[in-house]
């Protein structure tokens, strides 16, 4: 049962550890006691309002009471992280860090990587997940019903795609804000007022993703639809598509899809 496995989280007090242990507490699917964390600092503020969650600051420790072990510290601090996991699953948050290098690192092969984004803290996460060959059917169960309490989860086919929606989903509210900010300059600078742009572009980047996420909604039929419709909207569109909207976007997902991969 999902409901009797140990979670521990090493890096538990940082914003993905933190949002997963919350996500976990607040779907009801898991009891605290259920739930350890580790970090470098102590106790926090983290999970204040659940005194039955331990901190502890020996990863050892959580590594030998957990039957699951997810490591969300961030890349850079793996190194520092000496523990052995021989036998345990595991699941990595961590960005541009192979299965192969955490399945060194933690002396387990049944490894799942998984990449979040900061929609977590509002269970609103696309989470997809990739698993090494050694993860079973029952591990593979656990590692989706843990997931989707912090929205989508979603297992991949191949370690690639991974690092590609490293780039992508794992951006979070990146791409989003930049399209924001560019509409909230343009509208400032025609003179409207500062809250109802604000409210304006929020409006409409929240209400569109809502029309877009319906089932069955094409984005690229959407657009189409809208070109063909003649009106004004249409008239911004064709500006933004012959002006290469499309490819800077696309620049700027290569530029990221090779960071993810280390490059
Ligand atoms: N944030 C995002 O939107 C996002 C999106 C996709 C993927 N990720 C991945 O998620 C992972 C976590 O990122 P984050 O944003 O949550 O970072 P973060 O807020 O900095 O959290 C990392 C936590 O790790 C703890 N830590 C570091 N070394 C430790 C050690 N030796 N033992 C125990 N705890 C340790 C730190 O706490 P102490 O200092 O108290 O030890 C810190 O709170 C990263 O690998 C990142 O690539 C993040």
């Given at each position: 049962m999902a409901q009797d496995a140990v979670i521990g989280i090493i890096g538990g007090q940082g914003w993905m550890g933190r949002s997963l242990g919350m996500a976990l507490l607040g779907s009801g699917e898991w009891r605290a006691e259920r739930l350890l964390i580790s970090s470098r600092t102590g106790q926090g503020e983290a999970f204040r309002d659940w005194p039955e969650v331990r901190c502890l600051n020996?990863?050892?420790?959580?590594?030998?009471?957990?039957?699951?072990?997810?490591?969300?510290?961030?890349p850079q601090d793996l190194d520092a992280i000496e523990v052995d996991a021989h036998g345990k699953l595991v699941i990595s948050l961590l960005a541009m860090t192979s299965l192969e290098a955490i399945a060194e690192r933690m002396g387990s092969r049944r490894v799942v990587r998984a990449m979040p984004n900061a929609a977590a803290e509002l269970r609103r996460a696309y989470f997809p997940w990739y698993a090494a060959s050694e993860v079973d059917d029952d591990d593979r169960?656990?590692?989706?019903?843990?997931?989707?309490?912090?929205?989508?989860?979603?297992?991949?086919?191949?370690?690639?795609?991974?690092?590609?929606?490293?780039?992508?989903?794992?951006?979070?509210?990146?791409?989003?804000a930049l399209l924001a900010q560019a509409l909230l300059t343009h509208a400032r600078q025609a003179?409207?007022?500062?809250?109802?742009?604000?409210?304006?572009?929020?409006?409409?980047?929240?209400?569109?993703?809502?029309?877009?996420?319906?089932?069955?909604?094409?984005?690229?039929?959407?657009?189409?639809?809208?070109?063909?419709?003649?009106?004004?909207?249409?008239?911004?569109?064709?500006?933004?598509?012959d002006g290469g909207l499309e490819q800077v976007v696309h620049r700027g997902l290569n530029e990221a899809y090779r960071a993810a991969r280390g490059g």
């Open positions: 020996d990863n050892q420790a959580l590594v030998d009471r957990a039957d699951v072990v997810v490591l969300s510290v961030r169960w656990l590692v989706q019903t843990l997931l989707a309490s912090c929205g989508t989860a979603r297992e991949v086919p191949e370690e690639r795609d991974l690092d590609y929606l490293t780039a992508l989903s794992g951006a979070g509210p990146a791409y989003p003179g409207i007022d500062d809250e109802i742009a604000r409210e304006a572009v929020l409006e409409t980047l929240v209400g569109g993703a809502l029309l877009l996420e319906r089932e069955g909604v094409d984005p690229g039929e959407m657009v189409e639809r809208l070109i063909a419709y003649e009106g004004t909207t249409a008239k911004g569109l064709r500006s933004m598509i």
